[in-house]
C-alpha cells in the first residue's frame, strides 16, 4: 500500500485557486502555495482568513507569505528564523539578497510566537 505524504492528495489544484483569490493573495502565490503545500494549502488560507495580515508577502521579489512562518513553527517544527529563510520556505536561495528583505519580519513572528503572542488555529 503506497503512502502519501500530507498535502499531496492529487486533484486539489483547481479547488485550491478561488479560495486564494477571494483572500486577495496574487495568482504568483497561490500557484506558489499550491505547488509547495498541495492540499495543506488550506491551512494557510485558514490563517490568512483568520488574520489577514498573515497574507501579506515576505519579500517584495518572491511570491511567500507570513502565514507560512507560523504553519512551519506549529506544523513543521521549525524553531529558528534561520531554519525558516533557508529549509522552510528557502528565501535564502531562491531571492537575490539571500532573503535579507525579509529577515527581520520572520524574526519578528519567530520571536512572538515563542512568547506566546502568536497562536495558530
Known amino acids: 500500500m503506497r503512502s502519501i505524504l500530507p498535502g ?3 486533484g486539489i489544484g483547481l479547488a485550491l485557486r478561488a479560495p486564494g483569490a477571494k483572500l486577495g493573495l496574487s495568482e504568483a502565490t497561490v500557484e506558489y502555495l499550491i505547488r509547495h503545500y498541495g492540499a495543506e494549502t488550506q ?3 485558514t490563517l490568512c482568513q ?8 515576505l519579500h517584495p ?7 507560512q512562518v507560523l504553519f512551519a513553527l ?6 529558528t528564523a534561520k531554519d525558516i529563510l533557508e529549509r522552510r520556505i528557502r ?14 519580519k520572520v524574526e519578528d513572528l519567530v520571536s512572538r510566537y515563542f512568547a506566546g503572542d502568536e ?3
Open 61 to 67: 521579489s518572491h511570491p511567500a507569505i507570513a502565514a
Open 43 to 45: 491551512a494557510l488560507y
Open 8 to 10: 499531496g492528495e492529487g
Open 74 to 79: 506549529k506544523r513543521e517544527f521549525a524553531r
Open 119 to 121: 497562536e495558530l488555529p
Open 50 to 57: 483568520e488574520r489577514p495580515e498573515l497574507g501579506l508577502p
Open 91 to 104: 528565501l535564502s536561495t531562491e531571492t537575490a539578497d539571500q532573503g535579507a528583505a525579509a529577515r527581520s
